[in-house]
């Protein structure tokens, strides 16, 4: 019976999306099925992140020298990625990208959105640094319907056809400024100013909670906060290392609100920013986490380093001399993701997108990106 069979197909991992092009492959009803949006919308509300609107992660983006590669956590496998881009963030089933061009890299370089479920590539026009030389910069990607909780993110690719927004913040010897550009005009805006900082951005994942991105500054004591609305800008305290080596790793948490993660000798710290008002810095530990009994016996050769963490889900990428892991905070599940720890930045790739359906739908077989 149909329905039986989408029901069972219905139940097929997320992770494993190779698995439904396979089954389109089967016969023209299974192709009818799988390719339908009536199954494709009961797949993703069946299995949302445990009820939130959140799509799985299927890879992440490691930038390592001069380059980023895609390592899988699925059976999904992007188009490969040449021309030495490195990957600056990664939202909403997009990748920002940076290539230098200049003698004077990071400020000599091109800008790129990458969808890696397409293989499509997107080159911003040159960003406009004037009126002052930049000495220290970050950007993000997002969906451009974040600000008005018009879409749930699980497809908003859409294939490449959907609109995004990149906003890249800085700081130069005046004060600290943001150019925001959109698919849509296809340019950047005007530049927004703010009083300087009196420090320098990271070149460090972002975090984007709420209807504001958060950037982390190089000596780890503030970030800088962009409302996506307003356009304006401020400095949010963060709580004080506990050692002078300590990363902090911005995140949204699962409620909403701002957080972060730090690693000490063996143990991760969460916090929570308790905020009223744009710039508040009020924060509060939630949780600390003893490796020693998560990890394998040996793992922490080395002082634990938080590297990532996926915005709103609560899985955090930890760095030891044994390798890359990652940990679900609530089941405090580990997973081993690699023995090579030698990258600078992760970046989570997150999508319900698989785009070797729309191939098999037309019964060309599947692509080379199943």
Not at 110 to 124: C, F, M, S, Y
Not at 216 to 236: K, S
């Amino acid at each position: 019976m149909e329905e039986l069979v989408e029901e069972v197909l219905l139940r097929f991992p997320p992770v494993d999306p190779a698995s439904l092009v396979r089954a389109a492959l089967v016969c023209r009803r299974w192709r009818r099925i799988v390719t339908g949006p009536r199954f494709l919308r009961r797949y993703r509300n069946l299995h949302l992140h445990r009820g939130g609107l959140l799509a799985p992660m299927l890879g992440f983006l490691a930038s390592a020298g001069a380059g980023t590669r895609f390592v899988p956590t699925s059976t999904f496998r992007p188009a490969p990625l040449f021309g030495g881009w490195r990957a600056l963030d990664a939202r909403h089933g997009r990748a920002l990208l940076r290539r230098d061009t200049g003698h004077d890299a990071p400020v000599d370089c091109e800008l790129a959105v990458w969808d890696p479920a397409t293989g499509r590539r997107t080159d911003l026009p040159r960003l406009p640094w004037s009126p002052h030389y930049p000495y220290s910069w970050n950007a993000a990607v997002l969906c451009s319907a974040s600000t008005a909780a018009a879409c749930d993110h699980l497809d908003c690719s859409g294939g490449g056809g959907g609109h995004f927004l990149v906003v890249v913040v800085g700081t130069n010897h005046a004060e600290m400024f943001a150019h925001v550009y959109s698919s849509e005009t296809g340019t950047w805006s005007a530049p927004a100013s703010a009083r300087h900082p009196d420090d320098n951005v990271e070149f460090a994942p972002s975090a984007l909670a709420g209807n504001a991105l958060y950037f982390a500054f190089q000596t780890g004591a503030a970030a800088l906060e962009f409302d996506l609305r307003t356009r304006e800008m401020a400095v949010v305290r963060l709580p004080p290392p506990r050692f002078d080596w300590q990363r902090i790793v911005l995140a949204a948490r699962d409620d909403g609100r701002l957080g972060l993660a730090t690693a000490g000798k063996s143990t991760i710290y969460l916090w929570a920013r308790e905020a009223r008002r744009p710039g508040d810095g009020n924060w509060v530990q939630t949780r600390a986490i003893e490796l020693d009994t998560l990890l394998p016996a040996g793992a922490i050769s080395a002082f634990p380093d938080v590297v990532s963490f996926v915005d709103g889900v609560g899985v955090v990428f930890v760095r030891t001399g044994d390798g890359l892991f990652t940990i679900d905070l609530k089941s405090l599940q580990v997973t081993k993701l690699s023995r090579d720890t030698a990258f600078s930045s992760i970046f989570p790739y997150i999508s319900f997108h698989t785009p070797a359906l729309e191939v098999a739908s037309t019964g060309e077989g599947p692509s080379s990106g199943a």
